[in-house]
């Protein structure tokens, strides 16, 4: 049987109506609709891979592209100095939309938030 279409598939698909940021061929960004900060985007490909652990060599390119563009969008916004970049990867470490896609955060001070005070 078929998988059922993650939620970025349908934004990607324009099932559902989002406010994106920037799109190619290979990826969308948009706006987290619950933001954790007061900047908060996600870069999405296109393909549906489900996490990142199921990411192949295949995908090394994709890879690559999604985090060269989050330099890009960075730059467009003007946050290039200071932002977050995060992957949940699995339903343990907080993933809950199982289609690959990286978090941005940025424009919030990230001093009380050390790699690893998420975490304890
Ligand atoms: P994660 O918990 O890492 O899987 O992240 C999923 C993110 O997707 C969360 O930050 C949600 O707020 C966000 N999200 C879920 N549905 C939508 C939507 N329709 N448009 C934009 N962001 C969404």
Not at 38 to 52: C, F, G, S
Request: hydrophobic content about 45%; charged content about 20%; proline content about 4%.
């Amino acid at each position: 049987m078929a998988q059922a279409k993650s939620i970025f598939s349908k934004i990607i698909d324009n099932d559902i109506p989002t406010e994106k940021i920037y799109e190619d061929d290979l990826a969308i960004v948009i706006k987290d609709i619950q933001p954790q900060a007061p900047t908060h985007i996600l870069i999405i490909p296109k393909e549906p891979i489900a996490r990142l652990v199921d990411a192949t060599e295949d995908h090394a390119a994709l890879l690559g592209h999604l985090l060269l563009l989050a330099g890009k969008v960075t730059k467009m916004l003007g946050i290039d100095d200071a932002f977050r970049l995060v992957i949940n990867n699995g339903e343990a470490a907080g993933q809950t939309v199982f289609h690959l896609h990286l978090h941005i955060l940025a424009n919030k001070s990230f001093a009380e938030t050390g790699l690893g005070k998420e975490f304890s």
